[in-house]
């Protein structure tokens, strides 16, 4: 039986070249989301100023982490981990043997339940090709993810959604953008959001990208503008609060 894979995602392998090093503690001080708790996590590598430059799902693998990227950007992801490695005895680069799957049924998306299981595992041969299913699956949802929705340092972290859909942690201390994340959580202020509205309701000014063989537009909308949109479930009270 064939299984779906997602072949537009790609694994990075975070390893420690030397006994002693902790890969963890060496993201901890990077990424949004406690490396030092429960994986998988979605989680992002931010500017200083708190704006996405890549989002991702963090997998334990022993003394390893995984990174479930896009695979367009898993070198320019690796290369952005490498300038912060220094003298760390880490080894940063694709797993071009793993592939992340996903299915419709059962759980595992740590963002939200009903985007189903997905797991990381090794490629086969007879690995068929889920990610248009899975885009479609998502958007549904109301949620975005990649460099064509986020974009690359142009959105806020808390803009993204990352509070309500786990992405974030407010208690694990410092991190690359953690300032600015923090103070907007703090003061419960979250001016815009992205959303995935119907093509015929899109706004090209507040358009990051579309699809019209689905009849979508993903936005970044401010709160404001929100009313009368069929917002998620997940989403709800997105217009009232900071989260």
């Known amino acids: 039986m064939s299984s779906p894979r997602l072949f537009d995602r790609a694994v990075l392998r975070l390893s420690p070249t030397e006994e002693g090093e902790d890969v963890r503690g060496f993201l901890q001080r990077l990424v949004t989301q406690d490396t030092k708790g429960p994986l998988p996590a ?31 950007e898993a070198e320019a992801l690796a290369r952005r981990l490498s300038i912060y490695r220094l003298r760390r005895k880490i080894a940063i680069g694709v797993d ?5 799957f996903w299915s419709p049924d059962g759980t595992g998306d740590p963002r939200h339940p009903a985007l189903g299981r997905r797991w990381i595992a090794p490629k086969g041969a007879d690995n068929v090709d889920a ?3 899975f885009r479609r699956h998502r958007l549904a949802l109301g949620i975005a993810e990649g460099v064509a ?3 690359s340092d ?11 859909l786990g992405g974030v942690s407010f208690s694990k201390g410092c991190y690359v953008g953690q300032e600015n994340t923090a103070r907007m959580n703090w003061r419960q202020k979250v001016n815009r959001r992205l959303v995935v509205v119907p093509l015929a ?4 000014k507040r358009q990051r990208a579309a699809y019209p063989e689905l ?8 709160v404001e503008d929100m009313a009368g949109l069929d917002l998620p479930e997940w989403l709800g009270g997105a217009l009232g609060d900071g989260e």
């Open 42 to 72: 979605w989680s992002g590598l931010l500017t200083p100023q708190g704006k996405a430059l890549f989002d991702f799902i963090l997998w334990d693998d022993g003394a390893d982490i995984l990174i479930d990227c896009e695979a367009r």
């Open 96 to 100: 071009e043997n793993l592939g992340v």
């Open 131 to 133: 990610s248009e299913a």
């Open 149 to 151: 929705e986020l974009g």
């Open 154 to 164: 142009q959105t806020l972290w808390l803009e993204t959604n990352a509070a309500k």
């Open 201 to 204: 309701d899109a706004d090209p």
């Open 215 to 222: 009849g979508l537009s993903v936005e970044l909308r401010r």
